[in-house]
């Protein structure tokens, strides 16, 4: 069992800055690849980014793409999410997500279904 906990949403002004991070239970987190969903209310759930299990891939969803970047440090148990420029549109619920992986690495993993563990969520709030 995998125990993650978000952490460093809150309000912000139009075209500030955030950093997210996740704290993660375990000693196996290396093995697993990461991920930042966010939720907006009236709105399915959708992928902000994902990370693999060494750092070394990212994926981003087109509309933060330059703006946001996700890192890991597996000495924490920790992911982080570096958002830039927000603006309405950040403002979500965003969730943590873990997905044990054996593969090579080589393919992401975009729709919610396919992880294993979510945490509970945190608010960021973006005012104009």
């Known amino acids: 069992q995998v125990q993650l906990v978000e952490s460093g949403g809150g309000l912000v002004q139009t075209g500030g800055s955030l950093r997210l991070s996740c704290a993660a239970s375990?000693?196996?987190?290396?093995?697993?690849?990461m991920a930042w969903f966010r939720q907006a209310p009236g709105k399915e759930r959708e992928i902000v980014a994902t990370?693999?299990?060494?750092?070394?891939?990212?994926f981003y969803a087109a509309s933060v793409k330059g703006r946001t970047t996700i890192s890991r440090d597996n000495a924490k148990n920790t992911i982080y999410l570096r958002m830039n420029s927000l603006n309405s549109e950040g403002t979500s619920v965003y969730y943590c997500?873990?997905?044990?992986?054996?593969?090579?690495?080589?393919?992401?993993?975009?729709?919610?279904?396919?992880?294993?563990?979510w945490g509970q969520g945190t608010q960021v709030t973006v005012s104009s």
């Open positions: 990370i693999s299990r060494r750092g070394g891939s990212t």
């Open positions: 375990g000693r196996t987190f290396s093995n697993y690849t």
């Open positions: 997500a873990a997905k044990y992986d054996e593969s090579a690495g080589k393919s992401f993993y975009l729709r919610g279904h396919q992880y294993d563990y």
